[in-house]
């Protein structure tokens, strides 16, 4: 790889391309859980020590967001210390900013519900553009004062907060599992048991499953029923606990990938296939491609093979799409991606844009409201606008590999979530 500036003088990373891959490799820790734990952590009555946790952008807002309010977090190379206030929020004169990231703004909507006073949560220009209603609706109904301001169901929100009444609240599972997942874990501090209906079929249920499986490693229990009905007691508290951070089973799939793409061999270690993320289940995509995929106690590996086009429902795995359409383009057939609607209020509009940069590098494409039809075409050099989206870097770094003359611009924006990510990629290359 190599590093120079484009005549805008931003930076922007040239990729490689390299022959066949033979690695092992150790899944970053992953951003989902660090987050949600932050949350709970930050909760509990007493000290939790987070282990192994993943330090990037996003999870640094969430720090600085719970800091801002009170919680003391000592931080020791990967490994955190929450003093956890057993549900007291401070009150902070400053708007809290949450730049683009989706978890810290939601989570913390909720969490700063049970606090006493004016919060103000704000993000980046395109966090305002994205919706946050059903999250909002969902408050209102519990009891809370939230509001988008100055535009209705947009950040910034406004939090008159006086703790959350709890009850009955019905919400749409349609848009995002962070909502429910926000009033989940803020919810055995309500005055009263909170009862969650979801109309229509629940988004990224993998990650409410995350969501639940550290509310019970805290000691909060959850009643649920086919993912349409939750019920949470009311008043508890989380116990203070030790919680070691597994590895991140999104980002590991560009490892997968590459290895898929250029015939190579990747072991990927701390990556558990019984683990509860659901893009952990991108290996077995990627065998019904055609890959001979191996996994272990605590690794899988994939090795490379002739690749047919399949169809995918990846309505529980929103953030493998690009990964998968990049692989797509050197399948041989047709891949069918379905049931990403939801996909358009992330970083970026993840069909529009993708498809736009597929289109760039020659790919065949067809989009729609919720879905993607990708096939190889006559792939030649481009320059990759990635939207500021941290997906869009790295998933086509991977097409570079394979592809000569991939330019990816803005490279910092993997910051969000894999900070090192070009270092690990760089790695991949052989020693001279």
């Known amino acids: 790889m190599q590093n120079r500036l484009n005549t805008a003088s931003s930076m922007e990373i040239e990729i490689k391309p390299l022959s066949k891959i033979d690695a092992v490799v150790q899944a970053p820790s992953s951003k989902s859980y660090t987050n949600r734990a932050l949350i709970i952590a930050s909760l509990a009555d007493g000290i939790s020590y987070l282990e192994e946790c993943l330090f990037s952008d996003d999870t640094k807002l969430m720090i600085e967001a719970l800091q801002q309010v009170g919680i003391a977090i000592p931080i020791e190379d990967q490994n955190i210390t929450v003093m956890g206030r057993a549900g007291r929020i401070g009150l902070t004169g400053n708007r809290i900013f949450a730049g683009n990231a989706g978890t810290t703004l939601r989570f913390l909507a909720c969490f700063l519900s049970l606090g006493h006073g004016r919060y103000v949560l704000d993000g980046n220009e395109r966090m305002r553009q994205r919706p946050i209603q059903d999250l909002l609706d969902g408050l209102k109904q519990l009891g809370v004062k939230a509001y988008g301001e100055p535009k209705e169901g947009y950040p910034p929100v406004v939090i008159e907060a006086d703790g959350i009444a709890g009850g009955k609240v019905v919400m749409s599972g349609e848009n995002s599992s962070q909502y429910l997942s926000g009033i989940l874990m803020a919810a055995p501090y309500a005055q009263k048991a909170i009862e969650i209906e ?46 070691k951070i597994e590895g991140d089973a999104s980002n590991a799939s560009y490892y997968f990938a590459a290895a898929a793409i250029t015939g190579g061999k990747v072991r990927v270690t701390n990556l558990s296939h019984e683990s509860k993320q659901g893009d952990i289940h991108f290996v077995d995509l990627l065998a019904q491609m055609g890959c001979n995929v191996q996994k272990g106690p605590d690794w899988i590996e994939v090795s490379g093979q002739f690749l047919k086009g399949i169809e995918a429902d990846l309505r529980d795995m929103p953030d493998i799409v690009q990964t998968l359409a990049i692989v797509a383009l050197f399948a041989k057939g047709k891949t069918v991606i379905k049931n990403i609607e939801h996909l ?12 736009a940069e597929l289109q760039k590098i020659g790919a065949n494409v067809e989009a729609g409201e919720d879905y993607l039809i990708v096939s190889g075409g006559n792939l030649r050099p481009a320059r990759i606008e990635t939207y500021k989206d941290h997906r869009m870097a790295m998933s086509f770094a991977v097409a570079g590999l394979k592809i000569p003359g991939i330019l990816v611009q803005d490279p910092s924006c993997v910051e969000k979530s894999f900070p090192d990510f070009w270092t690990r990629l760089e790695a991949l290359y052989p020693q001279t």
């Open 198 to 243: 979801i109309k229509g079929s629940l988004v990224s249920r993998p990650y409410v499953d995350m969501t639940l499986s550290i509310m019970k490693s805290f000691g909060v229990d959850v009643i649920q029923d086919q993912y349409k009905f939750f019920k949470v007691d009311a008043p508890q508290k989380y116990k203070p606990s030790y919680y």
């Open 344 to 355: 358009k209020i992330k970083e970026t509009d993840r069909i529009r844009d993708l498809a």
